[in-house]
């Protein structure tokens, strides 16, 4: 059977143990509860490997966040085969899953062919995790296509995750996460259903959270599905935070965000945190046809004098001294525009990047590029080192489609997906003040949903996907608006 089948048999439907149990080795003897009740994830594919990733939780809720683990090193067997009835495996070994980590377990695999699909799994304490799809990057100079989707902002309490249910129907080859995997708040007074625990604060608490979120079982079809490639924003550690704020509990919330953070994520080693730092910005190679340049906007911002997010009179944001990215990551982007030959650059990021306040206004929203107008100029005039350039973006919770300007010439474009559940169901306008003023401004919706973009040597095809609600389970998906941006020419072309 093809991948395309068994994602709709399997991912889609639910991988379970029980699933595979025909074609599976028993167990030794049966587990008294299952460890693997998180699900299995992988991300950061390269032309011979890929990050592999689950955590051993199972009472995922404990308060202590140990996810009902005893205090000891268990060791955790993983194999990957080349069909998802494990009769071809490839690869196979023992990691040990330790209490320090709340026994997450990071795999980085080696030694696969490129450019194909496989197929992966967990044992423990004589369970069987579910199955996992995953996929290595092509050769290089392979100019094949991927299919992505990109999401952002999913928060429990406010819906359902049926966007990444619908995300996993779709089978991308790619996912892109650009942020608020989670968020620290305490349930709501009007909720769809809780999250356990108070504010997250501390390590127990984060480590609670994530493992509450991975208890979807919308969220794991997702993760199952394909890799993903994962970047934060601010509700990973607490709502605007950025740069090297030590105010409402820094830095001991930040460490302990952080540390909970990589536990969670199918990230590499690189990315271990080191106290107040965790280095997340990254390039993942896609053969000769793209590379995704993984930004962090939070971490490294060098300066905050203008303000928490909120919309300000600030003539600073006009200063070339600031930097959304901070200095050295913005060099190390441009860096990465003046040495590549792909025919897409892709930045993965998070906040709203195309301008949308003007130099005569009074107000600007401070947590977004329009905040430091210096730093966005000299990454569009990088973009003249590329072959095509395209921005993806979060943060905002409803999709754009924007095209971006450098001189009155279009230079880029921009697709901002809208988020899982945050700001509930939305509504159905489509017209916004900013539309009207800004004509580069070409598309908006206030549902609910995820980007999906298929990138091909001649052109990329963005479709934007929409539930309608997600204050009720199990809506449908449909397409709001399709655009195609057609190699060498920025901007966007509705179809």
């Known amino acids: 059977m093809d991948p395309v089948a068994f994602g709709r048999r399997v991912f889609v439907l639910g991988a379970t143990a029980a699933t595979l149990a025909a074609s599976a080795p028993r167990p030794v003897a049966a587990p008294v509860r299952d460890p693997f009740t998180l699900g299995v994830a992988s991300g950061d594919p390269t032309p011979d490997g890929v990050v592999l990733w689950t955590r051993l939780a199972p009472d995922p809720l404990a308060p202590d966040g140990l996810g009902g683990m005893p205090d000891r090193t268990v060791p955790v067997g993983w194999e990957i085969a080349e069909d998802e009835r494990f009769g071809r495996v490839v690869q196979r070994g023992v990691v040990d899953a330790v209490p320090d980590s709340a026994h997450t377990v990071h795999v980085e ?49 406010v ?16 996912v892109l996460h650009l942020g608020d995997y989670q968020y620290e708040y305490p349930t709501p007074e009007r909720s769809v259903r809780p ?13 609670q959270r994530y493992a509450q979120y991975r208890t979807d079982p919308d969220l794991q079809a997702a993760h199952a599905v394909a890799p993903w490639l994962v ?12 740069g090297q704020a030590t105010e409402r509990g820094y830095p001991e919330r930040r460490i ?35 590379t995704f340049h993984l930004m962090d906007t939070r971490q490294y911002r060098s300066d905050q004098a203008c303000g928490d997010g909120m919309r300000v009179d600030c003539a600073a944001r006009f200063d070339p001294s600031r930097s959304l990215p901070g200095a050295a990551q913005e060099q190390w982007l441009l860096a990465g525009f003046r040495s590549t030959r792909v025919r897409w650059d892709v930045l993965g990021q998070q906040v709203f990047f195309a301008e949308r306040a003007r130099a005569s206004d009074e107000a600007y929203a401070m947590d977004t590029w329009d905040g430091y107008v210096a730093s966005r100029d000299r990454i569009t005039a ?20 924007n095209e971006l300007v450098r001189d009155g010439r279009v230079v880029g474009t921009e697709l901002v997906s809208s988020s899982i559940t945050s700001g509930a169901d939305g509504d159905a306008a489509t017209d916004h003040p900013d539309l009207r003023r800004n004509p580069h401004l ?18 990329v095809t963005a479709d934007f996907r929409v539930v309608d609600a997600v204050t009720t389970p199990g809506a449908p998906v449909r397409t709001a608006a399709s655009f195609v941006i057609p190699d060498r020419q920025p901007g966007l072309n509705r179809v």
Do not use: K
Not at 232 to 242: F, K, L, Q, S, Y
């Open 256 to 290: 302990a965000a952080f540390q909970a953070y990589y536990e969670h994520m199918p990230l590499r080693r690189t990315s271990v945190p080191h106290g107040l730092d965790l280095q997340l910005y990254r390039r993942i190679e896609w053969g000769a046809l793209a």
């Open 382 to 401: 990088g973009f003249a080192d590329v072959r095509n350039a395209l921005v993806l973006t979060g943060d905002v919770h409803s999709h754009w489609a």
């Open 109 to 157: 695999a080696v030694g696969l062919a490129p450019g194909r699909a496989y197929f992966y799994r967990f044992r423990a304490a004589g369970a069987l995790s579910p199955a996992g799809r995953t996929r290595t990057a092509p050769a290089p100079g392979a100019l094949t296509a991927v299919t992505t989707c990109v999401a952002s902002c999913a928060n429990y309490p």
């Open 442 to 459: 070409r598309f908006r919706s206030n549902r609910r949903g995820y980007v999906r973009a298929r990138y091909a040597a001649d052109r």
């Open 159 to 174: 819906g359902w995750f049926t966007a990444y249910r619908r995300l996993a129907e779709d089978e991308p080859d790619l």
């Open 231 to 242: 970047v934060w924003d601010d509700h990973e550690v607490v709502d605007n935070w950025a």
């Open 195 to 207: 999250v356990a625990g108070p504010e997250t604060t501390g390590l127990a608490g984060y480590r």
